[in-house]
């Protein structure tokens, strides 16, 4: 795999160790190269996997300044990217995008679309949100800053 080997060591590493000393619910990964890890520790704890898409990473690889060089070209491999991309979202329990195109794009690659929820990364307009003045038990609350 072209990801670069050290960041997926530093990553398990940590997660291993949070993932030994705590339970957990529900594993939320951001982006496309740690969604390999996140299903993998998703399996071993027995989590719900969500992956969060903030881009298009493959198309993101392939559009980088980087990749003009030819030695770029020989160490991305866009085609894997988008491999992994469909392999690693078709096994996430829900999948977060930030916009309505991204998640049109996921359903062509044959990703379930009532999994594919779209979070858009704007700012609410006042009276658009309602404020939870006390929590309901019934219910994990989460903060995304």
């Given at each position: 795999?072209?990801?670069?080997?050290?960041?997926?060591?530093?990553?398990?590493?940590?997660?291993?160790?949070i993932?030994?000393?705590?339970?957990?619910?529900?594993?939320?990964?951001?982006?496309?190269?740690?969604?390999?890890?996140?299903?993998?520790?998703?399996?071993?704890?027995?989590?719900?996997y969500?992956?969060d898409?903030?881009?298009?990473?493959?198309?993101?690889?392939q559009?980088?300044?980087?990749?003009?060089f030819?030695?770029m070209?020989r160490?991305?491999?866009?085609?894997?990217?988008?491999?992994?991309?469909?392999?690693?979202?078709?096994?996430?329990?829900?999948?977060?995008?930030?916009c309505?195109?991204?998640?049109?794009?996921?359903?062509?690659?044959?990703?379930?679309?009532?999994?594919i929820?779209?979070?858009?990364n704007?700012?609410y307009?006042?009276?658009?949100?309602?404020?939870?003045?006390?929590?309901?038990?019934?219910?994990?609350?989460l903060?995304?800053?």
């Amino acid at each position: 795999m072209n990801i670069i080997p050290f960041y997926l060591r530093f990553w398990k590493k940590h997660i291993k160790k949070i993932t030994d000393s705590h339970q957990f619910f529900t594993i939320h990964v951001h982006d496309l190269p740690l969604c390999g890890l996140g299903w993998e520790f998703a399996q071993k704890t027995k989590a719900h996997y969500v992956a969060d898409m903030h881009e298009n990473y493959p198309f993101l690889m392939q559009e980088m300044e980087l990749m003009r060089f030819w030695l770029m070209r020989r160490v991305i491999n866009v085609s894997l990217w988008k491999q992994l991309e469909k392999k690693w979202l078709k096994t996430a329990d829900r999948i977060i995008v930030t916009c309505m195109e991204m998640k049109e794009r996921l359903i062509s690659l044959g990703l379930d679309s009532l999994k594919i929820y779209v979070v858009e990364n704007t700012i609410y307009k006042k009276n658009e949100y309602t404020v939870c003045r006390s929590p309901d038990h019934n219910f994990i609350t989460l903060v995304y800053i």
